[in-house]
């Protein structure tokens, strides 16, 4: 077993939080380079920091940037447009293929369509908060996010020190703006995460840990940081939000019904239509030769939507369950 391994044995999909490499500290003259090197040490999506100089005092790269980069990886690509006029822009930035869209709401422009066409695009919507704005500013646009991005430090530089009052204030009121998803919202923290704040974030419930600077340090093993970081988080989720129990998995999926077809796909359209992705499978439970008819289908989802499901489907499900019967 490789050095590497041994030191943290978790893979990516038995975790829990998530980490996005920002490529602002990479190298610039060479952000292919980077993105394959990112995917290649294990992380879980490409953070693509955008500024226009103008909403923030510095200048990085644009839509096209990101568009000739999305053919050198397969990971997500979560786009943070530090720039003052997304609106305009917007369709470029949804051609250029990015998996999530954040705008900041300190900007003067209109919000509201930019996040709607954001969605209407069929990609993450999200807003993100600079270190003095508060919460509530999100409060207008609250149905329309699927992320809320904090920051810790100042936007427009890398490499600048963690702001844990900032974190500890916002982070993890910053839920209470998701909590119209019952599947798939997301708390991203952005600025100064590393190995020092990474549990402090963790226990304060963030789902995505944007890491810059920590990551492209000369010399160091990004691999091994990047299993670091993500096992120091889920350490703080566990212990300072989730009574001693370790995390649910992000990738684990649990069974939530097993019925006949027509009822299983009937079930599965009033789950998802609440926002829960649902899989059908034939249950291991009756004989494989069954006919496809007259089996049981599973209705699987992401085990941290289970207690949502059940709350809101639960009796529905025993109602179904209870139909296929026959009386005694
Ligand atoms: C700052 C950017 C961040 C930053 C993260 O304006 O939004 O994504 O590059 O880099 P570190 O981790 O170095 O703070
Ligand atoms: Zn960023």
């Known amino acids: 077993m490789s050095r590497r391994a041994q030191a943290f044995p978790e893979a990516p999909s038995t975790s829990r939080a998530r980490v996005a490499a920002s490529i602002l500290d990479a190298d610039l003259g060479n952000l292919a380079r980077a993105v394959t090197r990112a995917e290649r040490e294990g992380v879980d999506r490409i953070h693509l920091d955008v500024m ?55 900007i003067d422009e209109d919000i509201e369509p930019t996040l709607r066409a954001i969605r209407a695009a069929g990609r993450a919507a999200g807003l993100c908060v600079k270190p003095g704005t508060p919460l509530a500013e999100l409060a207008p646009y609250q149905r329309l996010l699927d992320i809320v991005m904090v920051m810790t430090v100042e936007p427009g530089f890398g490499g600048q020190a963690f702001m844990a ?27 100064g995460v590393n190995r020092e704040s990474a549990e402090l974030v963790g226990s304060l419930g963030v789902d995505i840990l944007v890491v810059g600077s920590a990551l492209w340090l000369k010399g160091r093993d990004m691999a091994r940081e990047i299993r670091l970081i993500r096992a120091l988080a889920d350490e703080g989720y566990q212990y300072g939000l989730n009574g ?19 009822l299983a796909r009937t079930l599965r359209e009033e789950v998802e239509a609440a926002g829960i992705p649902v899989l059908l499978f034939r249950s291991p439970q009756d004989a494989a ?13 992401p085990a941290s939507a289970e207690a949502a499901a059940k709350e809101r489907f639960g009796r529905r499900r025993d109602t179904l369950a209870r139909s296929t019967q026959q009386p005694a």
């Open 52 to 106: 226009d100089g103008h909403f923030v005092p510095n200048l990085t790269f644009g839509a096209k940037t990101i568009k000739a980069l999305r053919r050198r990886t397969r990971l997500p690509f979560d786009a943070h447009l530090m720039i003052s006029n997304p609106g305009t822009f917007i369709e470029e930035y949804l051609d250029a293929g990015c998996d999530s869209i954040t705008i900041h709401v300190e």
């Open 165 to 191: 009052d900032v974190a500890r204030a916002k982070l993890l009121e910053a839920r209470t703006y998701l909590s119209h998803k019952l599947h798939g919202g997301e708390i991203h923290v952005d600025g």
């Open 244 to 262: 001693g129990v370790p995390p649910i998995p992000r990738d684990k999926m649990v069974t939530f019904a097993s019925l006949p077809r027509p």
């Open 289 to 301: 030769d069954m006919d496809d008819e007259v089996r049981r289908w599973d209705l699987l989802l």
